[in-house]
């Protein structure tokens, strides 16, 4: 009997075959279809509205720089963030297990209230159920988001074009560690990234040049860039050594055997810039607090058609593929 | 990141290559390097070394993934204790996805078998601590670098005689391994690349008989991309240059002359060496450990009482050709067709260092 | 089965250890090592210490990679 195993819910190619075969299937449309972070919607107005939504399922609930809330929140702004909408509402339906502590929910959603702040963004629905003992891991938060798009605002894997710039706005792999460390029993300094990023993407849209925006959270920098390489008519080169990652961060990769690409970040924007706009794309994004670390990581080429190169730190090669399911720790 | 970073030096490697490429160049033929440790296989990968080297040397990746080797009856076992009631499953992350005959542990899983990833064996004699009322079934599998772990574990839980804790042990010993494949006349061998963190434990020792005996040129190599390219230069000038093939040690700041002793009277106080079963190889003598009497309440195979089903093996599978370096997984009609990393029908496809799984990610040729 | 980090024992309890790389901080056993020290650097693999990493053959394994550098410079 066929199952849903937890690499379906990974963001790797077991998700994709899942939305695939079922969800497009069954209820696509030219909006679905699209499978963007973010649905652009046809609506009226000077203006179109942009909608998301996103479950989350953390777990422990509470790591260093996050927690489920601030997850909630970002996670869920950040999707409209980087299609160029402007967040505005959030929903907020939580699913909580009985027995929960109301000291800790009472933590959750003094949390979810300082994240609504920061981001801007006002919660303006909700709802809440709970589910006998047993029955879910504590709690489960679902998050939907309205966003205003930037009028005129267009962008699109159809207009990237070879030596095209990738730019990244710090360093990668933080997040899906952190909340690692607290399940792996190891001490570590490292902090989720967690943070609302429509303030950076607004100076970065004001400079110009931006082709195509996604947020690399789970499955990573690598399957963000898989994404859009694939079927498409143009190759990505990355530079190993370009990529901002912080010792911390690739120390507990090696020693858990894990590649930082394809760790989760939780407020980090990949973007897809015009050659003649990184001089100034970086010095803008370098300008704001979540921008400090901004790279260039790599750039669109001619060569490779739909895949992803990468230079390792020693001159030599390799390709960068979608991963199956969750990355798992190795011990060989 | 000291003791690392050192090792991932671009002008060193570029060097490194040039001088390798220069002995080729005047050697004027092929020839053909085999690793046999899955972390060499993934290393080699990673960093991109065989782009920086001259086409002449063939790259083979033998029998050095743990998981790769492990035959269906063990998984199949480990399946069989899953679907008990009263047991947890403890095991490194790679077993979960390697097919069995009819199903896998990460399948087990999704249909209410308990089945937990651990770094350590510790953590599994944790759980057992914690657990008290359950079996906790450590998946012992590993060559001579893990079986240390695990057979300190186990004197551990006997200290302090914890009563639910169980290993099936799959352990497997690389020197043996390494003669089947010189014994068959269809593999081509000219160096091996030593496994570095297996040596730490056995030494030079064992290699001996492989240099000397068979005649092959054998270097003990580290993982970084300078230690592979120092490694595979001392590999190739013995072969190109040197007429007596011998043993040489490149990844000396780890691997002693003898070994860790400690670590291997460990291994013999609660192992004993018997034939075991290779999956690519077929039953190799003295090549498995298995606890020893006097340890028999930690032995799962002993203790828990499971009907196993019949094993089937996948027929048009070349994973036993690919582990022996005779086949790539490109000559395999399954490679990236019916058999990918989402739905794996051998174990080189299954673990993220088998054979077939680096090439689908890193080559895709 | 050889996936293994250096990393700097900064703390002994018993024959457990407290090792560190980065800021990284993992209890480990060190049941497979006989005299050690804080300050050494231990291969970690799987929660144990396996090997004391020789620090005097690292220097020299670089050196000899500097003198390929000179060499050629030459």
């Not at chain 1, 004001?206 to 898989?226: H, N, Y």
């Not at chain 2, 496994?195 to 240099?211: D, F, L, M, N, R």
């Amino acid at each position: 009997m066929k199952r849903i195993l937890l690499s379906h819910g990974s963001g790797g190619k077991a998700t994709a075959s899942l939305i695939r075969d079922l969800m497009l299937k069954k209820f696509g449309n030219s909006i679905l279809n699209e499978l963007n972070d973010s649905a652009i919607l046809n609506s009226t107005g000077e203006q179109k509205l942009c909608f998301t939504t996103d479950s989350f399922v953390v777990n422990p609930l509470f790591f260093t720089g996050g927690d489920i809330a601030t997850l909630a929140v970002n996670g869920t702004v950040n999707d409209l963030a980087v299609m160029g909408a402007r967040p505005l509402y959030l929903s907020c339906s939580f699913i909580l297990e009985e027995g929960v502590e109301w000291n800790m929910l009472d933590r959750i959603t003094t949390s979810m209230a300082n994240a609504a702040r920061k981001a801007k963004i006002q919660i303006v629905t909700g709802d809440t159920k709970v589910v006998e003992k047993g029955n879910t891991d504590k709690m489960y938060i679902n998050t939907s988001g309205i966003g205003l798009l930037q009028k005129g605002l267009i962008i699109s894997k159809e207009l990237i074009t070879a030596g095209d710039k990738i730019i990244i706005n710090g360093e990668i792999g933080a997040h899906g560690l952190a909340v690692m460390s607290k399940r792996e029993n190891f001490k570590t300094n490292i902090k989720s990234d967690c943070a609302p990023l429509w303030d950076i993407i607004n100076n970065m849209l004001s400079v110009g040049g931006i082709k195509f925006m996604r947020d690399p959270t789970r499955g990573g920098v690598a399957t963000v860039l898989c994404e859009i390489a694939e079927n498409s008519n143009i190759g990505i080169k990355i530079k190993e050594e370009s990529l901002p990652i912080h010792e911390n961060v690739l120390s507990f990769s090696e020693i858990l055997g894990l590649d930082p690409l394809y760790i989760a970040n939780e407020g980090k924007v990949i973007a897809v810039v015009d050659k003649d706009k990184e001089k100034p794309m970086l010095s803008n994004m370098k300008k704001n607090a979540l921008g400090k670390e901004s790279a260039v990581i790599g750039e669109i080429t001619k060569e490779n058609k739909g895949k992803v190169v990468l230079e390792t730190v020693i001159g030599g090669e390799r390709i960068i593929d979608r991963l199956t399911g969750d990355q798992l720790p190795r011990i060989c | 990141m000291k003791y690392i970073t050192e090792y991932r030096n671009k002008d060193l490697s570029l060097r490194l290559a040039g001088k390798i490429n220069d002995y080729l160049l005047e050697y004027k033929g092929q020839i053909s390097l085999m690793e046999v440790c899955g972390t060499h296989t993934h290393s080699i990968f990673r960093s991109g070394i065989m782009n920086l080297l001259s086409k002449n040397i063939k790259h083979l990746s033998g029998p050095g993934c743990p998981v790769c080797v492990t035959p269906n009856e063990y998984i199949d076992t480990a399946i069989a204790y899953s679907r008990l009631p009263d047991i947890i499953i403890t095991t490194f992350g790679d077993m979960i996805k390697v097919p069995g005959s009819t199903s896998s542990l990460e399948k087990e899983k999704a249909a209410g078998g308990k089945v937990k990833i651990v770094y350590s064996p510790l953590e599994s004699l944790e759980i057992a601590r914690t657990n008290p009322k359950k079996k906790v079934v450590f998946l012992g599998v590993g060559f001579e670098t893990t079986a240390p772990l695990v057979a300190s574990t186990i004197l551990t839980a006997s200290d302090e005689k914890i009563k639910n804790f169980f290993v099936l042990s799959g352990h497997k010993l690389i020197p043996p391994a390494m003669t089947a494949l010189l014994e068959n006349k269809e593999v081509k061998i000219d160096g091996f690349i030593c496994p570095g963190h297996v040596s730490a434990i056995i030494g030079e020792k064992p290699y001996e008989p492989i240099a000397f005996g068979y005649g092959i040129p054998s270097v003990i190599i580290g993982f970084e991309p300078i230690d592979l390219l120092q490694g595979i230069e001392m590999l190739v000038k013995q072969i190109t240059k040197e007429k007596e093939p011998t043993v040489e040690n490149q990844y000396r700041r780890v691997v002693r002359k003898n070994g860790n002793v400690k670590a291997m009277s460990l291994i013999k106080k609660v192992f004993e060496t018997k034939d075991s079963t290779w999956r690519g190889l077929g039953q190799l003598p003295k090549s498995g450990l298995y606890i020893k009497d006097r340890y028999f309440h930690f032995d799962a195979a002993k203790q828990i009482k499971v009907t196993v089903e019949a094993t089937k093996t996948p027929s048009k599978c070349i994973c036993g050709k690919v582990l022996t370096g005779t086949k790539k997984p490109y000559d395999c009609k399954l490679f990236g067709k019916l058999c990918t990393p989402e739905n794996p029908i051998g174990p080189c496809m299954v673990s993220s260092e088998g054979t077939c799984a680096a090439y689908y990610k890193f080559n895709k040729q | 089965m050889c996936l293994a980090i250096p990393m700097k024992l900064i703390k002994i309890e018993g024959n457990k250890g407290v090792v560190e790389l980065s800021g990284i901080q993992k209890e480990v056993s060190l049941n497979l090592l006989t005299n050690v020290k804080v300050g050494d650097y231990l291969i970690i693999h799987a929660g144990f210490a396996i090997e004391k990493l020789n620090e005097k053959e690292a220097k020299e394994t670089l050196s000899i990679w500097e003198e390929i550098g000179n060499l050629q410079q030459s």
